[in-house]
Every structure is written in structure tokens, then in C-alpha cells.
């Protein structure tokens, strides 16, 4: 396989095309509301209009406006319509022969849309991530036959460098260091780890992209095996996530036949297999030791750092572990450059984020927007504010690790720096918006509740620590504690914080920490008076 | 009885040859791992698909095929959510308490069907018919609140619709 065999796949794809595409979401949120029965339906409309040559309907990946779907849209004209009911398919493609229409249409000028730059998400919607052609056609593994033609691998962590990529998964580590870190590392063989145990509770960002554009990630891990020297990757994949599953081994098989997987690929001397491995539901798993404990098929408990995976990770051997978010970056960044890449965002926080927009908002769905946006924009604009209109209290950013962000402080511009200056971090992409409605100790100890029944019970500050915490929350939710209580509740969270073994432990308090900072009259009201 | 029994018979050797099916396909499954231990969690997922949930005897069958010590074995099952020692129900009703749908009063629906079913999240009901679980989130975030009923997702549940859906299955 050369680079004129990708370039005739494209054309022929391309070539095979009808004029007109409906595009139907089947991803896993437009599922759930008929996408797939929705699909089949249109298929049978166009038939019976007698359009086949000149429409096509394409089961495509999520377009990101789940909180509407299914989603429908036409091109090349551009045409969304929203909420679409299996039995509105005939009326549907009658509209496109100039019919009255009374689907409900959407505006592709609406901020969700507009405001938006996709650049991981740009083929979702786009493409049918069942056939790799439609992703070739779009441009797919170019980058990585650009790299494994015309670049050393160090000269593709060099690229990464400057293009200031850093890791999605929430930590936001410089992508380019860890991968100059493992290919120094000495070791008889390494290995590529993506990690799409996306566990916190409020985010689907990993989900989506997985499921919309698997090659993209395979590109990215492949490119990264290339840089770092591995010639084995391992896909972590949530058990929850069962249409991403069966699309990315579809996705390998594809990748295998063509030989862009496996040995030899681009007939150059470099060898890389993916295998999947699927979780069976543990929080912890997202940490990068006890991720490596559960490929190694033991329970998924976290060991101390040093030594870090970039050094001993799998069986011991040298490890990369990225987030799905972070490679799937790397193909755009290698097609693009660093500097166009470096050119998007702030100071720090170069490129764009996935963030998942639900809650109380108007518009949700998934949005890819440029860091250094302000919340603000995010929730009013893109988001629309609340559904009926009262006001936004607070957004919750990075799930269970994270903290809540008020309204007051919604001018913060979304950045790893930012977001932890005001007490949350940058997470992993979930953003929960809340109302008035929601009572902010009882999101404590809903967050307090999640890692107590998480964590793997290894260190003694994270698994006796949170049911302390959990027990003084209900204690003050019950309204049976004293203002003294508050005091000790933020002790022992500082405790937690910083004597715990993991990232599970020592983010856990962070919701309580930062409702305790912003709403701490919400927690004083619940406290019995003083005598 | 003369009539019962020739029926009865086929019903049992229809089970029996399912059985070993079962095992066929769980030996396959170990094989194409080449018995290595890292390939348990893998090697359990097979297992609790082809039968629903994981007993002593497998878990026993498992440890001794890949070479592990039954504790190893026993510790991982119970480790991780997704694996259950105890059988399913006929139906299974999830609820996700993700916080999107935990935000939009996810905690009331899970609340309404433990007092319309008697149980509590995680329980079966004593007659085998339902399980009534909570998920910690399904992905479906944009849908909120978010149920699975019998592997169908549900998205925006109303909290009546549910209960007389819920209802109808038993019936």
C-alpha cells in the first residue's frame, strides 16, 4: 500500500457518491431516541421516491446536538432538521423535491454551531465510522503515512512539542514530553495505551469520538507507536460502551486488511497491532497504574509513582498512555503543523477541548470549542442558558476530581491554569450546569458517594477517608451537625487530598472543597444554631 | 406420564447440549488468549455473556485453566462492577445516577421504583423476574435522565411513563 493506493480509494469513494447525502446520527444518544429505525426508515422513503441515484442516506457518528436528536442533516446544502420521527422520513425527503415540510429545522448559524471548532470532531456527523473509506476520503491516514515516510520518529515528538498538545484526560501533562520520555526509555519492547475508560459520571466526549471517528484514534496511536517505538497498542475501552466497541474492531479489521495495521505498514519496516481490551466497570481504572493492572488482567489497583509507566508500565516494559481526546489529535496536528495548531487557544492551553454540555441548559450535547473561551460563552451562547430561562447558578467542570464554578466567576476563560485557580480543573471535558434548584451539599455528597463506592481500598486515607466525609455530609445534609462540623469537614478533606495514593483520593474532596469555598452559606443554613 | 416424559427428555439433552456449547465456546475463548492469566478479565466477560452470571464452579473452572490461584480469580470478579455472582432477573431495569441525570432527578425516578418494586438499587426481586440496578453513568448524558429497560435505552424518562412500563412487563 503506497500513497497514490490511499489517494484511489479516496477518488473512488468519492466518485461512488450521489449528489445528495442525508445524514443520520446513529451514535449512541441519537440511538436511543429511533436514529437506527429513523435510518432504515429514510432508506425505504428514498426508494419509494424513487431517488436512489441521486440520495443516499448515511448512517453517520454524532453530531453533537444530542439533546435534539435524532438529528438529521442534508448536503451539501446543509439542511438540519431536528427531532425527526421515523414515520416524518417520506416527509422528509419529499422537502428535498420542494415540499411543505413541517419537521422542525435547525439553524446552522445557531451559536452551538457556530461557535464551535471542530478539529477532533470535525468528521462527526460527516462520515460513516463503519467503512474506512468514507474516512480515507476525508483525508484519513495521511498523516500517518507522512510520518512513517518522510519523518524520524524524533522528529514527530518534535512536532508535537511545538504544537504544545497536552494531555486531554484532565491532568494536562505536555503530550510531546511523555512521548520524548518513553522513546528514551530503554526496554526489549513498549507499548501504546489508550486509555477510553471514561468514567466520569457527566462526560461522553471519549464516547463519541470512539464511536463517530474510530480510525482517528487508531491513526493517532499508530503515529504515536511510530514516534515512541512500540510495535503493540492496547485500547481501553469502557464495558458501558458497547457500539464503541464494536466499531473500533470493526475499525481494526478494516485497518489490518488494507495494511495500514499490523506488519509492514505503508511497506516500511514498521510493525504495529492494536487489541482491545474492555473494562468491567472500575472509577479507579482511568488512573494510569491501576489501568495497567487491569490489562494485566489483575484488579484495577493503583501503585505508587515513581516509577512512572513512561518508564515501567505493562509487564514492567517502558508505556504511553494517552487519553482517546489526546490522539486524536495527532493526525489533524502532523496534517496541519504544529504552528497552526499552536496557533489556536492560549498562552498554555494550546488547541481546543470536547466538553459534554448538560444539566440545566438548553442546548445539550457535545461542543468542541478553542481554550481560552470563557464559560460564560459557553453556558449562554452555545448553551442557551436554562430551559426556562431562570438563572445559572453554577457549572460543574471535571466530574468527581473537579469542583463547581459560579455564575459569578462565568468570565474565567476555559484554560488548565484557569479552571485551577478557581478551585476545579479541567477534567476530562464533563460540564454539568446547575440552577437554583440544585442543593450544592447534596452534590457533595452525591460526588462524596461516588468515590466512596470507588475506591479500590488500597490506602487507608481514601477508603476510610471518604466515608468519613460521606457520614459528616449526611450528618450536615440531615441538618444534625454544628457549625464546628464544618471545620472538621474541611480538615479531614485536606487530609484526604494530600495523603491519599491516587488521583481517585487525592481529587476526591475537591467537590466539597469548592461548594464549601463558593456556597458556603448553603452548608451554614443546614447547621443546627449555635447555643 | 407416558406423554410428559419423551418431552421432557429433549428438554433436558437441549440443555445439556447447550451447556457444553456454552463450554466450547468459553474454552475457545481461553484458547484464542492462549491461557494467559492477563487475558482473566477477558476470559470473564465470555463467561457472564454465555451465562448470565458467574458461579463458584465457573470462577473454579476458570482459575484452573488459565493457571491461577482461585482467590486471584474469586478477587477479580468482585472487583469490578460488571461482573455478578448472583443471577440476573428475567428483566433488568437500569437507572444512570451520572450527575447530568442525577441534575435532572434521576435520584426520584430510582426512588419511585424502589417503592413501586420493594427493592433497593442492585437487588433482584425475590421471584427472579426483575433486577432493579443503578449505573454510574451511561454516556447518554445529552438525553437526560437517562434508563435502560431490558438493553433499551430510554432517554428524557418521565418518571410516570417508566412505572407503567415497568408495570406492563410484570404483568
Known amino acids: 500500500m503506497d500513497i497514490s493506493e490511499l489517494h484511489a480509494i479516496a477518488e473512488r469513494e468519492r466518485a461512488r457518491r450521489t449528489s445528495i447525502r442525508i445524514h443520520c446520527c446513529t451514535s449512541s444518544g441519537c440511538m436511543a431516541s429511533g436514529g437506527v429505525v429513523l435510518h432504515e426508515q429514510l432508506t425505504k422513503a428514498v426508494s419509494a421516491a424513487g431517488r436512489q441515484a441521486e440520495i443516499e442516506t448515511v448512517a453517520v457518528g454524532c453530531m453533537g446536538f444530542c439533546g435534539l436528536g435524532p438529528m438529521v442533516v442534508v448536503e451539501?446544502?446543509?439542511?438540519i432538521f431536528e427531532r425527526v420521527r421515523p414515520d416524518q422520513a417520506a416527509e422528509l425527503v419529499g422537502a428535498l423535491a420542494g415540499k411543505p415540510c413541517s419537521i422542525e429545522r435547525g439553524d446552522p448559524q445557531h451559536p452551538f454551531f457556530a461557535r464551535q471548532l471542530p478539529i477532533v470532531r470535525r468528521n462527526g456527523g460527516q462520515i460513516n465510522p463503519e467503512r474506512i473509506e468514507e474516512y480515507i476520503a476525508a483525508g484519513g491516514y495521511q498523516a500517518l503515512y507522512h510520518a512513517v515516510h518522510d519523518l524520524e520518529p524524533n522528529e514527530v515528538i518534535e512536532e508535537l512539542t511545538r504544537s504544545g498538545l497536552r494531555g486531554r484526560g484532565g491532568a494536562g501533562y505536555p503530550t510531546g514530553l511523555k512521548w520524548a520520555t518513553v522513546a528514551k526509555s530503554r526496554g526489549e519492547r513498549k507499548f501504546v495505551v489508550c486509555n477510553g475508560d471514561e468514567g466520569d459520571p457527566g462526560a461522553f466526549m471519549d464516547r463519541s469520538i470512539l464511536e463517530s471517528d474510530p480510525h482517528l484514534v487508531l491513526e493517532g496511536m499508530c503515529i504515536a507507536g511510530y514516534a515512541v517505538g512500540a510495535s503493540q497498542g492496547y485500547l481501553y475501552v469502557r464495558g458501558e460502551y458497547p457500539l464503541a466497541i464494536s466499531r473500533l474492531q470493526k475499525a481494526i479489521g478494516q485497518a489490518r486488511r488494507l495494511g495500514i495495521l499490523g506488519s509492514q505498514i505503508f511497506d516500511t519496516a514498521f510493525d504495529f497491532k492494536i487489541d482491545i481490551r474492555v473494562g468491567a466497570g472500575a472509577f479507579v481504572c482511568g488512573e494510569e497504574t491501576a489501568l495497567i493492572a487491569s490489562i494485566e488482567g489483575r484488579r484495577g489497583q493503583p501503585r505508587p509513582r515513581p516509577p512512572y509507566p513512561a518508564e515501567q508500565g505493562l509487564w514492567g516494559f517502558p508505556t504511553l498512555i494517552n487519553n482517546v481526546e489526546t490522539l486524536a489529535n495527532i493526525a489533524p496536528i502532523i496534517n496541519g503543523g504544529a504552528d497552526w495548531y499552536a496557533s489556536i487557544g492560549t498562552a498554555q492551553s494550546k488547541g481546543t477541548k470536547v466538553f459534554a454540555l448538560t444539566g440545566k441548559v438548553r442546548n445539550t450535547g457535545l461542543i468542541e470549542v478553542p481554550m481560552g473561551i470563557s464559560l460564560r460563552e459557553i453556558v449562554e451562547d452555545l448553551g442557551g442558558g436554562t430551559p426556562d430561562g431562570v438563572a445559572v447558578k453554577a457549572v460543574q467542570t471535571g466530574?468527581?476530581?473537579?469542583?463547581?464554578?459560579p455564575a459569578s466567576l462565568f468570565h474565567t476563560a476555559v484554560?488548565?491554569?484557569?479552571?485551577?485557580?478557581?478551585?476545579?480543573?479541567?477534567g476530562s471535558g464533563g460540564m454539568v450546569v446547575m440552577d437554583a434548584s440544585t442543593d450544592m451539599v447534596e452534590l457533595a455528597r452525591f460526588y462524596v458517594d461516588f468515590c466512596m463506592d470507588e475506591s479500590c481500598g488500597k490506602c487507608i486515607p481514601c477508603r476510610v477517608g471518604t466515608i468519613q466525609l460521606h457520614r459528616l455530609l449526611s450528618r450536615i445534609r440531615a441538618g444534625e451537625a454544628s457549625r464546628a462540623e464544618l471545620d472538621d469537614l474541611e480538615q479531614l478533606c485536606n487530609l484526604v487530598r494530600d495523603t491519599s495514593l491516587c488521583g481517585l483520593g487525592q481529587s476526591a474532596p475537591n467537590p466539597v472543597l469548592s461548594t464549601l469555598r463558593y456556597f458556603r452559606e448553603e452548608y451554614e443554613a443546614l447547621c443546627q444554631p449555635e447555643p | 406420564m407416558t406423554t410428559s416424559s419423551p418431552a421432557g427428555t429433549t428438554l433436558q439433552t437441549k440443555t445439556q447440549s447447550s451447556d457444553d456449547n456454552r463450554l466450547k465456546l468459553l474454552e475457545a475463548t481461553m484458547k484464542r488468549h492462549q491461557h494467559r492469566p492477563d487475558a482473566l478479565i477477558e476470559v470473564l466477560h465470555k463467561a457472564q455473556e454465555l451465562y448470565g452470571y458467574l458461579t463458584p464452579e465457573l470462577l473454579i473452572s476458570v482459575a484452573q485453566r488459565l493457571h491461577l490461584p482461585p482467590s486471584r480469580v474469586y478477587g477479580v470478579a468482585t472487583f469490578y462492577h460488571f461482573f455478578s455472582l448472583?443471577?440476573?432477573?428475567?428483566?433488568?431495569?437500569?437507572?444512570?445516577?451520572?450527575t447530568a441525570c442525577y441534575v435532572k432527578g434521576a435520584a426520584a425516578i430510582l426512588g419511585e421504583l424502589e417503592q413501586q418494586l420493594g427493592l433497593q438499587a442492585g437487588q433482584t426481586s425475590a421471584d427472579g423476574k426483575i433486577s432493579l440496578l443503578a449505573a454510574r453513568c451511561l454516556g447518554a448524558c445529552g438525553i437526560a435522565p437517562a434508563v435502560v429497560l431490558d438493553g433499551q435505552v430510554i432517554g428524557h424518562a418521565i418518571p410516570d411513563e417508566l412505572q407503567t412500563r415497568v408495570a406492563e412487563l410484570l404483568k
Do not use: D, R
Open chain 1, 415 to 426: 484554560s488548565y491554569e484557569t479552571l485551577a485557580e478557581v478551585g476545579s480543573i479541567m
Open chain 1, 76 to 79: 451539501p446544502e446543509h439542511l
Open chain 2, 86 to 98: 448472583v443471577p440476573p432477573g428475567e428483566h433488568n431495569c437500569t437507572i444512570c445516577l451520572g
Open chain 1, 399 to 405: 466530574g468527581p476530581s473537579g469542583g463547581c464554578i
